[in-house]
């Protein structure tokens, strides 16, 4: 039974340009959530997908943006890279049905740095 | 994620008892969560506990709850060098949000 899978696991952009992560759930899972982690710091939500929409929304600008697709995967799409973009992305999944209880499965994230 | 405060650093003796303390900010979170980060790694889940409980315990973890302090707290028992890792209290309030928010951390340091 796959766990939370994400690729790539290291990408090096430069400023401006435009990237996109991938996030496969865990199985049985139907909602994906992403969140960025900066060095020495906790998760921060990004935003959570479920039935191929956009349900709830962290504090982070219209650069960031996602997708959600029939088969629950989803990616995570960034403009116009700033260097403060440099982070670990990681995607975590759930399962709606299961109500309150469903705690985040996470995958192993994404390295991402801007130069 | 600052809404959720633990300790940065925690470093134990191998063989000695970890605890790892963390407040939460909205007494009525109704989902109380640790999670385990190793290096180059995903994060973990170790163990959760509902709101309407004091205490769980499984195996060498133990969690407790103070709901009146808002104050939540994770030991791990007989702690070994391959528990060296950070580990992240996180709090899942009520209503239409379902999101997590996760603290910064508490870097747990086992040395021989």
């Known amino acids: 039974d796959a766990g939370v899978t994400q690729s790539p696991t290291h990408l090096i952009k430069t400023r401006g340009q435009q990237v996109t992560l991938r996030c496969s759930p865990k199985s049985g899972h139907d909602t994906v959530s992403w969140y960025q982690q900066a060095l020495g710091q906790g998760p921060q939500f990004i935003f959570q997908?479920?039935?191929?929409?956009?349900?709830q929304r962290g504090n982070f600008p219209d650069r960031f943006s996602g997708h959600q697709f029939p088969n629950y995967s989803s990616e995570l799409n960034v403009n116009a890279l700033l260097l403060g973009d440099s982070a670990l992305y990681l995607c975590?999944?759930?399962?709606?049905?299961?109500?309150?209880?469903?705690?985040?499965?996470f995958g192993n994230g994404t390295r991402l740095t801007v130069t | 994620g600052e809404d959720v405060e633990q300790s940065l650093f925690l470093s134990v003796r191998e063989g000695d008892s970890s605890v790892i303390n963390c407040t939460y900010t909205d007494s009525s979170s109704t989902y109380l969560y640790w999670y385990k980060q190793e290096p180059g790694a995903g994060l973990q889940l170790l163990t959760y506990i509902f709101s309407n409980m004091d205490m769980k315990q499984d195996q060498r973890l133990t969690v407790l709850l103070n709901k009146k302090d808002k104050h939540l707290s994770l030991r791990i028992a007989d702690t070994q060098t391959g528990d060296s890792a950070i580990y992240f209290c996180?709090?899942?309030?009520?209503?239409?949000?379902?999101?997590?928010?996760f603290g910064r951390g508490t870097s747990l340091i086992v040395h021989p």
């Open positions: 996180a709090e899942k309030r009520p209503g239409g949000s379902y999101i997590p928010t």
């Open positions: 997908y479920y039935e191929e929409e956009e349900r």
């Open positions: 975590a999944s759930s399962s709606t049905g299961q109500g309150l209880d469903s705690p985040l499965h």
